[in-house]
């Protein structure tokens, strides 16, 4: 084994890889995973509640990750543009993130009450109607399809086991809060809700 | 058939490399129409199913895994098997994972319009795809080694050293990126929230462009360089230091997508660190490979493959050399979030991907059906123009469209003021990602010659018998 290299042995090959490639997860991943507790002690964020749950699935499966981001900079004219800039506990209950990587439409991380649920409403349904120039689809379906609210106890099992204190009375009431309500205004719901639990912060 | 074939199995490499043509034209077409919505919105038709935000994971998946991963698996089983001197290690399981994938590919063209996602970048399928994904990967790395392991010559071969990285690597970035909780068959949350899973998706982010669009293609064009220039490799040295350099430092990189973000600055530095020392291996490669067209001039003169390689070598110089230039602080707040990351993507995706895949197809396929020379070098010429008119006007536009709104989302007046509104920005660049459209244009079109050109080529009767070897 001692005279052999990686370029004569296919174990060799297969475990140097590994020891190689996997320091960068020892060093920078998993001491970020560790810690949850420390991240979580600063946080100001508050849990969504079980209409807004449904709104931001109804978000991921739209897509629209792919064109808005949620994380402001640090960055001074970023600040004035997009509002309080994101700190490392804003999104502890954040399972997945959606910081997005492409800001084809603006920034949504402090979106809440910016706008009417009225011109959300038509922005969604016609984004032209509101902004000429836009190049956003229009999302008319949205207020036609209904939601069942049957998976909603579900997500909010899982997203508590994951880390986010829902009660037992919040699972409970869920189906009920989002059953009948079309996707368009749970997302609206959601959108509304954006950045207000840290709107009170304002050091940078 | 021609001789020496029939000591190897090439029947499932075809079939993977059918699917490759196939899915880079279907994949890069879909980007033509992504395009084609950001200039003209009304393509979104008011459809759930195609409208850009679904269509888009279907785009850079239908490319990374429909183009890229079929091309990766069929060149590497042929490649283990002629470095080898050996067939493959199992032949039902070469099917089996041939099968398996396309079974992965469809799933994804059908569940992504319905919208099932888990947001994650490049990572988009839902965790009972993932399980698939996980279990014909997994075939994929037995057969491979299995087939290192049985080989008849003591050496192993370069090539195999990267495809080795690119199997191991990815599946180690894909499994914990993607762990999650299932909250019903196709919904689920990842088990990492926020700024931690930032940092996990990007890790994952960036090393499925390092280790399945860097070192995967760099495996392949190891062996088909040296075989196209009927030279040997310019330094086995420098492939020494090209391979341990991109293995050590390529998994550090990933968090220069989260340079002034909410994660530790300590954090960031590391890619940013990392992401320039990675000029270094990537640009001795770049040479290496380089060097190794360039010992045959004579052929060099005449031959459009031989370019095509060329041309993913110096757009490879081009991607390695702005990754770095946008890690650094600096760069990065301009450019961050803004068209210039998608046209660097493109730069990489279309030149070094697009033009080495284009260059093996060119190569490998009349060989791999006993054929001596493709049906029209004239067609390849047009091909060759095309693509370059096209990833130039690509890269430009963006270049343009994202320096320009970069800079306007930052400009205050004196007294700190923003300048200019977000739509101002959008408006100044809609001229650009109309130019961005049509470059994307000609570059399919010059695939659609591209597989017009080999189909002849395969099915047409033709005298004398190819060199396989």
Redesign the interface.
Same mark, same amino acid.
């Given at each position: 084994m001692l005279t052999k290299d =990686?370029?004569?042995?296919?174990v060799i090959?297969?475990i140097s890889?590994?020891v190689? *490639?996997? =320091?960068?997860?020892l060093?920078?991943?998993v001491p970020?995973?560790v810690?949850?507790d420390e991240?979580r002690a600063t946080s100001l964020a508050k849990p969504l509640t079980a209409l807004e749950v449904a709104g931001r699935?109804v978000y991921?499966?739209? @897509?629209?990750?792919?064109?808005h981001?949620q994380?402001v900079? @640090?960055?001074?004219?970023?600040i004035?543009?997009d509002g309080r *800039?994101?700190?490392?506990g804003?999104?502890?209950?954040? =399972?997945?993130?959606?910081? @997005?990587?492409?800001?084809?439409g603006?920034d949504l991380t402090n979106l809440g009450r910016k706008y009417s649920a009225q011109w959300q409403r038509l922005h969604l349904i016609d984004?032209?109607q509101v902004?000429p120039?836009?190049?956003?689809? *229009?999302?008319?379906?949205l207020f036609k399809q209904v939601l069942s609210g049957d998976?909603i106890e579900?997500?909010m099992r899982?997203?508590q @086991?994951?880390?986010v204190p829902y009660t037992e009375s919040e699972i409970e009431r869920s189906r009920l809060a989002v059953k009948g309500v079309t996707k368009g205004e749970a997302l609206i719901h959601y959108l509304q809700s954006l950045g207000n639990d840290t709107a009170s912060d304002q050091e940078r | 058939m021609s001789p020496g074939m029939e000591l190897y199995d090439v029947k499932v490499v075809r079939y993977f490399i059918v699917a490759a043509v196939a899915w880079s034209i279907a994949g890069m077409f879909i980007g033509v129409v992504l395009a084609a919505q950001l200039y003209w919105p009304v393509l979104n038709f008011d459809s759930e199913y195609i409208q850009f935000g679904r269509l888009r994971p279907l785009h850079t998946s239908g490319v990374i895994y429909g183009f890229v991963v079929n091309m990766l698996m069929g060149t590497s089983l042929y490649i283990v098997q002629r470095t080898g001197q050996t067939k493959l290690f199992n032949q039902s399981l070469s099917w089996m994972v041939f099968w398996g994938w396309q079974l992965v590919l469809f799933l994804a063209l059908v569940t992504l319009p319905m919208g099932y996602t888990t947001s994650k970048e490049y990572a988009e399928l839902e965790w009972p795809i993932d399980l698939l994904i996980v279990l014909v990967w997994v075939l994929y790395a037995v057969l491979f080694f299995g087939t290192i392991a049985k080989r008849k010559v003591n050496h192993i071969f370069v090539a195999n050293w990267f495809f080795g990285a690119f199997i191991i690597v990815v599946a180690l970035i894909f499994i914990l990126n993607n762990l999650a909780m299932p909250v019903s068959l196709m919904k689920s949350y990842s088990v990492f929230a926020g700024a931690q899973d930032a940092i996990v998706q990007w890790w994952w982010g960036h090393n499925a462009v390092g280790f399945l669009l860097t070192a995967g293609i760099i495996g392949m064009n190891y062996y088909f360089i040296p075989k196209l220039s009927e030279r040997p490799i310019y330094s086995y040295r420098l492939s020494v230091i090209h391979f341990w350099g991109l293995v050590g430092f390529y998994t550090w990189a990933g968090t220069h997508h989260l340079v002034y973000s909410s994660v530790p600055v300590w954090v960031q530095n590391i890619g940013i660190v990392m992401s320039l020392i990675l000029w270094l291996p990537s640009w001795a490669g770049a040479f290496n490979s380089a060097m190794t067209l360039l010992q045959n001039k004579e052929k060099l003169k005449t031959d459009y493959i031989m370019w095509f390689f060329m041309s993913a070598i110096l757009y490879y110089c081009l991607a390695t050399f702005e990754g770095p230039l946008l890690a650094i602080r600096w760069f990065n707040m301009v450019a961050h979030n803004t068209e210039w990351i998608i046209g660097h993507v493109h730069s990489a995706a279309l030149g070094w991907v697009g033009m080495s895949g284009i260059a093996t197809f060119y190569y490998f396929i009349p060989r791999l059906w006993g054929k001596t020379q493709l049906w029209s070098n004239r067609m390849l010429k047009w091909h060759f123009w095309l693509a370059h008119v096209g990833v130039a006007l690509y890269a430009i536009a963006l270049w343009v469209a994202g320096i320009g709104e970069g800079y306007m989302w930052l400009a205050q007046q004196e007294n700190g003021s923003l300048v200019y509104s977000f739509v101002e920005a959008m408006d100044f660049k809609a001229p650009w990602l109309f130019v961005r459209f049509f470059g994307g244009a000609c570059f399919v079109t010059g695939l659609l010659l591209m597989a017009f050109n080999l189909y002849k080529t395969v099915s047409l009767e033709q005298e004398g018998v190819a060199d396989a070897n």
């Open positions: =990686f370029t004569h042995s296919v090959l297969i890889t590994i190689v *490639a996997s =320091f960068s997860v060093v920078l991943v970020n995973l810690r949850t991240i699935d991921i499966s739209e @897509g629209c990750h792919v064109c981001t994380m900079r @640090g960055i001074e004219p970023e004035k543009r *800039a994101n700190k490392e804003d999104d502890i209950y954040e =399972f997945p993130n959606l910081w @997005g990587s492409k800001r084809t603006p984004p032209r902004v120039t836009s190049l956003m689809p *229009a999302y008319p379906w998976d579900n997500k899982v997203l @086991g994951l880390g | -």
